[in-house]
């Protein structure tokens, strides 16, 4: 039986050969963090300190592993309140968090032609942790859900409406660490900037426009291939590129060459971490570097006209919060539009890059979809 009174949170985002998962006290405090890699018949777990390989052969046996090493660490399942899922995609229809009925776990699953390389892997883990946990109240979080507020011309593509009806249309990703963002942005700035463009930069990476809170426009579209040149995608391509791939390679030929052989890797010739990119000095890594840099440039441009103008910008993912290189590159970029920073503050991550008086302001915060999870499961545990 589980515990009404037991008080931590724990957070599962699911891959489709991975389990991370995070784990949070009453207090919303982070106690234990890790998860399992690689699920097939080496597995390996790690979690706080431990470390060890796994018999772990699908998500089932990934949770279930999992599950006997929170509690070897002290967390007791009986004392679990509740379980929050990052969800990739929750198509038109789920857009705040929700407690995993049959109903929202129908919607998630007609959501998979939408993101058939998560959504399946996400309820095959609230599957499993159903049987394993029958208890346990489950919540889900959409990724997609920070950007229901962009207006329908961001929203549409130029096609007819009952394309846009069977859900051709833009979504936009990395919603809970934008969400995030605007979170710790309001506690640092002391009050939240009226329109703040923010990059979350890491193997995947996406632009937003916050509008007051809101976003109005991003840079991800129908799928997380869109946009910014990212670790493997391709990001923005003309479609006519796409259908000739697919002539020649045939549909998974195509779509395995955007998602996992472009961007990055495939500009550098096979190099998709932008660390081991920025340690490497032939002609290929640095211009797939420049070309990340000038992306996100030009998409930002573009964000700045859907809000009418800047007056913060954030860095957030892998990337932003820890490559002063990247963060440098874009941001001489965007001095036309205010923005500058102190190269020192830049150098050290600091959380703030800008002058005290500038107009501008320039942040480094860290991503905090997992905290943006445990809260609205926790807080969508006690409405009810
Ligand atoms: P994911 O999208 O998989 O969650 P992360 O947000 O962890 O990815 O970001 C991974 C990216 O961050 C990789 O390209 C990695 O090289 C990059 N990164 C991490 N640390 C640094 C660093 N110190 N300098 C440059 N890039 C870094």
Redesign the pocket.
Known sequence: MIDPTGGDVLVLNVGSSSIKCAVFDSSLREVLRGGVEGLGPRARLQLGAARRDVDAPDHRGGLAALLEALEAQGVALNRLRVVGHRVVHGGPGLTQPAHITPQVRAEIARCTPLAPLHNPHHLAAMDALATLVPDLPQVACFDTGFHATNPQVALRYALPADLAEAGLRRYGFHGLSYGGVVRRLTALAGALPGRVLAFH????ASACAIRDGQSVATTMGYSPTDGLTM?TRSGSIDPNVVLRLAEERGIDGARHLLTHGAGLAGLSGGV?????L?ARDDPASRFAIDHFIYWAQRHAGSLIAAMQGLDAVVFT???G???A??RAGILDGLTWAGARYDPDRNRRNAPRLHAKDAEVSVWVLP?EEEYMIAQAARDLLATV
Do not use: T
């Not at 930069?201 to 995947?204: A, V």
């Not at 998709?272 to 081991?276: G, N, Q, T």
């Open positions: 930069l890491g193997n995947g670790g998709s971490d932008m660390r081991a920025e993912g892998g990337i919060e820890n490559s290189m990247i991503a």
